[in-house]
């Protein structure tokens, strides 16, 4: 199973639609909030089974702050991040995905990409598919591998 992970949209999809094109083995895709509205659209966009957060700029969303999903073995703590404290460190949304029994633990916020492990935990940061602030100034995103041999591969990319 491959997933695409996305965050912070800011109202701005084209290159997220341009993804949903381009990659055509993607089998689902996780938002990491702050669509600003447009997680109806987006959803709707998809071709796969699509799960969202909301983030800090998703005033009115109906979406949950957090979630859990579940897939081929894995359990994936989803959040945006702001409430982790995840500019200034990893470390509280580490110790909640450790607690909730997770072995992924996916975020957004600051968008700047970032992956780490801590033990059995993979933590990835997508960056932002619209908005990013990392040096290279590229639109980023993540996708994770969830392998037959029970193993979860997470990388990112750039546009």
């Keep these: 199973m491959r997933i695409l992970v996305v965050s912070?949209?800011?109202?701005?999809?084209?290159?997220l639609y341009d993804l949903f094109y381009e990659l055509k083995n993607i089998d689902f895709v996780i938002h990491c909030g702050d669509f600003e509205g447009y997680e109806d659209e987006i959803e709707g966009a998809c071709r796969v089974p699509f799960v969202g957060v909301a983030g800090n700029n998703d005033f009115c969303s109906?979406?949950?702050?957090e979630r859990v999903v579940e897939l081929e073995g894995h359990k994936i703590f989803v959040t945006h991040g702001h409430a982790y404290g995840v500019s200034h460190g990893t470390q509280r949304i580490i110790e909640e995905a450790k607690k909730r029994g997770c072995d992924i633990a996916l975020f957004g916020h600051t968008h700047y990409p970032t992956y780490s492990t801590t033990g059995t935990l993979q933590v990835?940061?997508?960056?932002?598919?619209?908005l990013p602030r990392q040096a290279s100034g590229n639109p980023s995103y993540g996708i994770i591998e969830l392998k037959e041999d029970g193993s979860a591969d997470c990388r990112l990319y750039e546009m």
């Design 8 to 15: 912070d949209t800011h109202r701005y999809q084209k290159n």
């Design 62 to 65: 109906y979406l949950p702050r």
């Design 124 to 130: 990835m940061n997508p960056g932002s598919i619209s």
